[in-house]
């Protein structure tokens, strides 16, 4: 009887992969307004399919995402309000520009962060009087 219910070993793996997938889909606005006025957001199963995939917010999981944007999407969709306003194109335009501005901000303070690093780097690595010299 349990045999119907446990998974094998590649089925876990393929569920993994469709809802890693899936999962980071979620991180495009466009994406999201397309599931909206296809009705998908409205419809209880898939809600809870949205509850369910929360477990890759754990670390373990987490570490896997290209986009770990795409978990705060996540939470966010949890949220029947949020769910409504992503049949809006504004809505999903207002996103998509807001997270290339977070993504600019990053990417401008990551440079920033790397530069101070390498030069941190550079005078640690600079030569402090020859040690073995007798």
């Not at 809006?88 to 996103?95: V, W």
């Amino acid at each position: 009887l349990m045999a119907g219910v446990m998974e094998s070993e590649e089925q876990g793996r393929n569920r993994f992969q469709s809802e890693l997938e899936f999962i980071q889909c979620l991180a495009n606005p466009n994406y999201l307004n397309f599931l909206a006025q296809r009705g998908y957001l409205r419809e209880k199963p898939f809600v809870n399919y949205l509850k369910y995939l929360l477990y890759w917010k754990e670390p373990e999981y987490a570490k896997f995402l290209k986009y770990p944007h795409c978990l705060h999407m996540l939470e966010l969709l949890q949220y029947e309000h949020f769910r409504k306003e992503l049949v809006n194109a504004q809505c999903a335009k207002f996103i998509d520009e807001q997270q290339l501005l977070h993504w600019q901000h990053y990417s401008r303070k990551r440079t920033r962060l790397q530069q101070a690093l390498a030069e941190q780097q550079q005078q640690q690595q600079l030569p402090h009087g020859n040690a073995t010299a007798k």
